[in-house]
């Protein structure tokens, strides 16, 4: 077959690597749970993947989904795959969840918006595990520990709402086709079903640190009334000197409550 030239608008990299790609395929959760793979590509992954278990894919690019669609004529005639031509962003504001019933999502992400799916996928309740190629530091960022200085909004997320968020391993430029200016990592996060991810709570969190060096106080400060903050980190023993990665996210989560849900309740009893 005529050599597919790779668009970078869409963030294709193949992964070329057997060994990479049966690592990811040996880091699946021994479950019954549906597989949703974003980004098929040419098909190397999911063609590992539909000999597992059934699969959903959405792919965007039009000239991969016709090659896609011919390479896997047995699997989609016969149930085990599904494919779906559209921008993945696009299927979850339509349908909130990429499946009708709980799944895993197992995929070599488009980097352009890698951390946007990620996010997307907490916020989906069919959605379990996120085992994904990323680039390394937004694994970093996912899996970061509290006073690590790569704590940061997403850290905080993916601490309250996940049992277990980890790299599993790096992934060399040269295992891709082509190569990535990047080292990449395969992200691994097991989400705490019982949590909800709330889309205002994600947006406090940016104001927190959208100076991430500056302190805390200063940031919140653009959302929060200054003698608010004062009185609360007070009542919390929190030092009006913290910066926002020294906080640890059930502190955020109380400072959230209190500040936010709280003032809210407040002002419609006024
Ligand atoms: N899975 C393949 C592999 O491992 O070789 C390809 C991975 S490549 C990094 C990313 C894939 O995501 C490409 O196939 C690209 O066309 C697709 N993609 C990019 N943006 C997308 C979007 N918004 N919705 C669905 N697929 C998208």
């Given at each position: 077959m005529e050599k597919v030239k790779a668009k970078k608008k869409y963030g294709q990299n193949f992964l070329k690597d057997d060994t990479v790609l049966s690592r990811i395929i040996q880091s699946?959760?021994?479950?019954?749970n549906h597989i949703v793979e974003i980004?098929?590509?040419?098909g190397d992954l999911t063609k590992n993947l539909v000999k597992c278990k059934d699969v959903t894919a959405y792919e965007v690019d039009t000239d991969l989904f016709t090659i896609l669609k011919t390479k896997f004529a047995t699997p989609i005639e016969n149930g085990s795959l599904t494919l779906v031509h559209t921008d993945v962003l696009e299927a979850w504001d339509k349908?909130?969840?990429?499946?009708?019933s709980k799944y895993d999502l197992i995929a070599n992400l488009p980097y352009y918006i890698a951390t946007n799916i990620i996010l997307r996928a907490f916020e989906d309740?069919?959605?379990?595990h996120i085992i994904v190629m990323v680039q390394k530091e937004v694994a970093e960022k996912f899996s970061a520990n509290e006073r690590?200085?790569?704590?940061s909004a997403l850290g905080v997320i993916s601490k309250l709402c996940s049992k277990e968020s980890r790299i599993l391993f790096d992934v060399p430029p040269?295992?891709?086709?082509?190569?990535?200016?990047v080292i990449s990592s395969i992200l691994y996060i097991k989400k705490d079903m019982s949590k909800k991810m709330d889309k205002d709570f994600n947006s406090f969190l940016k104001a927190c640190f959208q100076q991430p060096r500056k302190k805390l106080s200063k940031n919140i400060s653009s959302v929060v009334p200054k003698e608010t903050i004062l009185s609360l980190f007070e009542e919390l023993g929190i030092s009006d000197n913290i910066r926002p990665h020294e906080v640890s996210s059930s502190l955020y989560s109380q400072i959230y409550t209190k500040a936010i849900i709280n003032g809210r309740k407040q002002n419609s009893t006024d």
């Open positions: 699946m959760p021994k479950n019954n980004g098929p590509g040419l349908q909130k969840s990429l499946h009708d309740d069919a959605c379990e690590d200085k790569e704590f040269e295992s891709f086709d082509p190569p990535p200016k």
